[in-house]
């Protein structure tokens, strides 16, 4: 009975303030227009394979957003490009939030950059036309 009551009191303040169940995507996270270039299919498969044995799964979807953003969305993002490959192959190593909301990645340490390269390579094959 007591705890009945201070479920009661716990969960009908009148003034509760509104929580936002239904948090959209935030505008800035926008597009960075460039050119893509080709992806060879051999550095995709490797990278497929580098993701499929360590923790990625466990935040990302390849088609829908999760704990982290969708690996689609991350290659509609960013071009296929040297200077995009490297710097998320960095933030994958060092982990870290911000660019697409408040989540968090975990730090990968015991990933390579040359292993990160790869798997970013994977990521970013998906957008559809850059693998070849
Ligand atoms: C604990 C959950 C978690 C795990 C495990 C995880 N990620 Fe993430 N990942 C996130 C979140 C959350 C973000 C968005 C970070 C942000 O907003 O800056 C993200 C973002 C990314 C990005 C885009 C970074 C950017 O700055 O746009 C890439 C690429 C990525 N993850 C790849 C990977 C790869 C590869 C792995 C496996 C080695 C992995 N993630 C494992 C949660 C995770």
Redesign the pocket.
């Known amino acids: 009975m007591f705890f009945n009551s201070l479920w009661w009191t716990a969960c009908n303040k009148p003034n509760k303030p509104e929580v936002n169940h239904h948090q959209r995507r935030i505008e800035y996270i926008r597009k960075i227009p460039g050119e893509s270039n080709p992806i060879p299919i051999k550095t995709a498969q490797q990278g497929e394979v580098l993701?499929a044995y360590?923790?990625?799964y466990?935040?990302?979807k390849e088609d829908k957003d999760s704990?982290?953003?969708a690996f689609k969305a991350?290659a509609e993002r960013y071009p296929a490009q040297p200077v995009y490959i490297d710097l998320?192959a960095q933030?994958?190593i060092s982990g870290?939030?911000?660019?697409?909301?408040n989540?968090?990645?975990?730090a990968?340490p015991k990933?390579s950059m040359a292993e990160a390269r790869l798997?970013?390579s994977y990521?970013l094959s998906l957008k559809g036309d850059s693998i070849k």
């Open positions: 993701i360590s923790d990625c466990t935040c990302h704990v982290g953003p991350i998320l933030k994958v870290g939030k911000g660019s697409w909301g989540a968090s990645m975990s990968h990933v798997m970013v990521i």
